[in-house]
């Protein structure tokens, strides 16, 4: 060969190895000061074991060491390995000028490199539980707040509240340690003449970190309503199907469960500009009246007739405005009245908004892309059933243009998507897609129509890879495994051996693994176990390495992984003795049970309180809301580049395998990612299980509405079978719970009602009327009792417990307990009166006894110490 020839075959191969030898070294990219940060490395092509070190730094002189992690790297991890490292707050809080940056460094004998990464001292999360949502001037609220770290352990860290007036002023602060996670803090007494409205409480760490946490409640002065009343119009908005002919039904119920056996209802109805404006055009001739029977009543509103009288002279005109709704419903058996209203209800030309979820705008040329459009209606509600077109046309290098066949597809009435597959060729570019709704009722200007653009994943050697979730967009469930297939399309496919993958979760890397590439496999099966760390959302990012050319390059995707909210410590409480309804002043136990030790907070609140001030009430969702917020990625998975997947999962990273990650950008993201999950698709889950037909219709048969009877007493007249019986009662317990956590009530305020009762047997003075108790926390080892007696209110009780572990934060299902007596007094009782004014108070009796029975009135004479007469008259109608 010679000497020449030797020389530069060395000199090749040296060049050969030293390309195939490659680093990649994955992190947040984003630092959390105090939070124990997870970074990844991974090297390909040595045979040898060696160490690294990976460093944090002061930037810009690198002079100060933050943190350090030493790890080793061989044959028996794969040459993968993590190092946790941790900024301490006092190492960079300090001064005038707090650090903003750091550099991520990585040291070993082969290479070298580091990068400057941003921190952040947002760490940890403040939850604010108050004991209500609104309160009169004389009452005080009680407070408390949960304090998580990053790692979502208690952050036992000292605490600041801030109670702040409608008008921005602050009124009172707060100190209090923590010593459980549970920080109770002493009442705050609504101060004299307080300002009505909106309050805010904000909580904060009092040294170190800049995380917050905000809750509002209201004050007013009011008395709890007698009964609830709910408006359910057939749609949230009015289109050219209904203009004439919309349906609304009125419901009126008991807060202890009972329907109202008959009432007067009044309609009145009115068109508003703006849903935020009180301002409002009413219709007087439009107002109708109704008889209310068993709890319901039912009227039709016809829109082209109404309008009229405001001229307007059809849908044309009303576009964009609201029908505003008033109902006032008067109790026939004691005279009560309440009222409930609807702001708004949208007058809409084209009643459809179509959105895209979980859809990448990045695609692979040659691999199947997937679209998954969401159809919402004027109120944001999902909406099922909508036929739904999707046109689309490629582009190639030459921006050459190639329209594909036209595709048609339904929204699942589950969650309101409809879902398409569309085959690209291998030199597309780029995909410009139009989506239109198909409404045969609908005229075709007024359809809803959105077009996208999908550009193709930049590869210098035309390598891809794709993810495929079998079962896309599903909710995944601790303790189930995900089992994705990775394909990659490469010229050089030979030449991969390993896939790597890792997975993020609430800004942390939580796992990462690396799987051997299978001989001449085109694609592969990964089994990844979902784990608790991973709830409510991750993000899972594959990648390999490829040479050709002597080159190496990195090459990835990514995908957003919906998770089931599941708690940590799983606390579960229940009332013994288990019933459907309790007396006034029974004395109960409430077990609580959790996985771990725990600290239990408690909470029982009138659930006429929410009559007040009406709204979903879901404290989980809430909860999970705020940790989800924590997710440094940004849209559904994929990127135009390597680096770009990085950075859109989530991640900064080091390498020398053509990736260049220097140009990452912070835009703010707007990628919506989770469909709202309904009350079908939880019963679809459900009744899933079930593989006969039979079983499954017991199941749906369960889910279906019956507000009179407890799924025990329904469940009580299924005789098809044990298998049948399951079924039944496991989906009317689901169905149930999620109704109770996501009803809305649109209600005033009615008189102040105490409610006497009077046994046949007995005659029993009740004096204990709160509307809330049991604020209190508990330390609970695995299991715990506690002692109770019921108030005296007859009402339907919402008890609620929040756990707090070494596992996280768990909200416990809310309990109901329906208290009840078959025969009582009420009394209607004014907010106030008078001196001198002549009162009437107005007492009825109820009966819930299947038989009739006579009652006598008796009203003893107080000692009063006034002027002028006092006349008493009682009287039994």
């Known amino acids: 060969m010679g000497l020449w020839g030797i020389l530069w075959f060395l000199i090749f191969l040296g060049k050969s190895w030293g390309q195939e030898q490659t680093y990649v070294i994955s992190a947040p990219k984003v630092f959390r000061v105090g939070a124990s940060e997870n970074v990844v490395i991974q090297v390909y092509g040595y045979t040898e074991a060696f160490d690294a ?41 300090g001064g005038q000028n707090p650090v903003s940056y750091v550099y991520l460094e990585v040291v070993s004998k082969h290479f070298s490199k580091s990068k400057k990464v941003p921190i952040t001292y947002d760490n940890g999360f403040l939850f604010i539980h108050t004991d209500k949502p609104v309160y009169t001037p004389h009452q005080s609220v009680k407070v408390r707040v949960y304090s998580l770290n990053d790692d979502l352990k208690p952050a036992k860290r000292e605490a600041v509240l801030t109670f702040i007036d409608p008008e921005g002023s602050e009124v009172d602060i707060v100190e209090e340690n923590d010593y459980t996670g549970i920080i109770s803090f002493p009442d705050f007494k609504i101060p ?22 905000t809750t509002y409640f209201e004050i007013k002065e009011y008395v709890l309503p007698h009964f609830s009343v709910s408006i359910e119009p057939e749609s949230n908005f009015i289109g050219y199907k209904d203009f004439k002919n919309f349906e609304i039904t009125i419901k009126a119920r008991y807060f202890y469960n ?6 007067d209802v009044y309609i009145f109805f009115g068109i508003k500009e703006d849903l935020k404006d009180d301002q409002k055009e009413m219709m ?8 209310l029977t068993n709890g319901i009543a039912r009227v039709t509103f016809d829109s082209e007739t109404a309008v009229k009288e405001l001229s307007y002279n059809g849908l044309e005109d009303l576009n964009n405005k609201y029908l505003y709704i008033a109902v006032n419903v008067i109790e026939a058996t004691g005279g009560f009245s309440e009222e409930a209203e609807i702001p708004g209800i949208k007058y809409v030309l084209s009643p459809y908004k179509l959105n895209l979820v979980a859809t990448p705008l990045f695609l692979k040329p040659g691999i199947p892309y997937s679209i998954k459009v969401q159809v919402k209606d004027s109120l944001d509600q999902l909406v099922g059933g909508v036929p739904v077109t999707l046109n689309a046309q490629t582009f190639d290098e030459n921006q050459e243009a190639t329209d594909l066949e036209p595709r048609k597809s339904v929204t699942r009435v589950t969650d309101g998507v409809a879902s398409f597959v569309v085959n690209l060729p291998s030199g597309v570019t780029v995909l410009e897609f139009n989506v239109q709704t198909d409404d045969p009722d609908l005229p075709e200007g007024n359809q809803a129509n959105e077009v996208y653009r999908a550009i193709a994943y930049s590869s210098l050697s035309q390598s891809y890879l794709y993810i495929d979730w079998t079962e896309n967009h599903k909710a995944l469930l601790v303790g189930e495994h995900l089992n994705i297939i990775v394909t990659p399309r490469s010229p050089y496919i030979e030449k991969i051996t390993h896939y790597n993958y890792l997975i993020l979760s609430k800004g942390k890397i939580v796992h990462f693994g690396t799987r051997e590439k299978l001989a001449d496999a085109s694609y592969q099966s990964i089994n990844i176990p979902v784990t608790q760390n991973m709830v409510p959302s991750a993000r899972l990012l594959v990648y390999y390495i490829v040479t050709g050319e002597q080159t190496a390059e990195l090459v990835s995707d990514s995908v957003w992984l919906n998770v089931e909210e599941k708690c940590g410590n799983q606390l579960q409480v229940n009332l013994s003795p288990g019933a459907d309804t309790y007396s006034p002043g029974q ?24 009559g007040v001030k009406g709204g979903a009430k879901r404290p989980m969702e809430r909860v999970f809301q705020v940790l989800e917020k924590s997710d440094l990625g940004c849209g559904a998975g994929g990127g135009h580049n390597n680096a770009d997947v990085f950075h859109l999962a989530g991640l900064t990273f080091l390498t020398n395998a053509n990736a260049d990650s220097s140009h990452e950008s912070d835009e703010p993201c707007k990628e919506i990612l989770r469909p709202r999950r309904t009350l079908q698709e939880k019963i679809q889950e459900a009744a899933a299980k079930y593989k006969h037909r039979v079983t499954k219709k017991c199941c749906y048969d369960g889910a279906h509405r019956n507000d009179d009877e407890s799924c025990e007493q329904r469940v009580a007249r299924v ?43 007995k005659p029993e003075i009740r004096s204990y009327f709160p509307e809330s108790w049991l604020w209190e926390v508990h330390y609970v080892p695995t299991r715990n009792q506690l002692q109770f007696t019921l108030p005296d209110s007859l009402t339907t009780w919402e008890i609620q417990g929040v756990g707090i572990s070494n596992s996280g934060i768990c909200v416990a299902d809310t309990l109901k307990a329906k208290v009840l007596k078959d025969v009582f007094l009420e009394m209607n009782i004014p907010y106030s009166v008078v001196r001198g004014e002549q009162v009437q108070l107005k007492g009825t009796v109820y009966n819930y006894r299947t038989s009739g029975m006579q009652v006598s009135s008796l009203t003893p004479l107080p000692r009063l110490e006034c002027s002028g007469t006092l006349m008493v008259t009682s009287a039994i109608t």
């Open 284 to 291: 007087q001739k439009a107002m109708q009246n109704t008889l």
């Open 587 to 610: 004395t109960m136990s409430l077990n609580m049970a959790t996985e771990l030790n725990s600290w239990v907070a408690l909470a029982a609140v009138d659930s006429a309180v929410y």
């Open 192 to 213: 004299p003449n307080p300002k009505y409205g909106m309050w805010t409480i904000r909580a904060k760490y009092k040294e170190d970190f800049s995380t917050t946490g």
């Open 53 to 93: 070190t990976i460093s944090i730094k002061s930037y810009p002189d690198k002079k100060i060491h933050y943190s350090s992690g030493y790890v080793s790297l061989s044959s028996e991890n794969k040459f993968q390995n993590s190092a946790v490292l941790t900024i301490q707050p006092k190492q960079v809080s």
């Open 258 to 263: 009972k329907v109202v056996s008959e009432a």
């Open 719 to 761: 005789t098809i079978g044990p298998i049948c019986i399951r079924a039944f009662n496991e989906c009317c317990i689901i169905a149930n719970q999620f109704r109770a956590n996501h009803s809305h009530k649109n209600m005033q305020l009615g008189r102040l009602h105490i409610k006497t009762l009077l046994p046949v047997s």
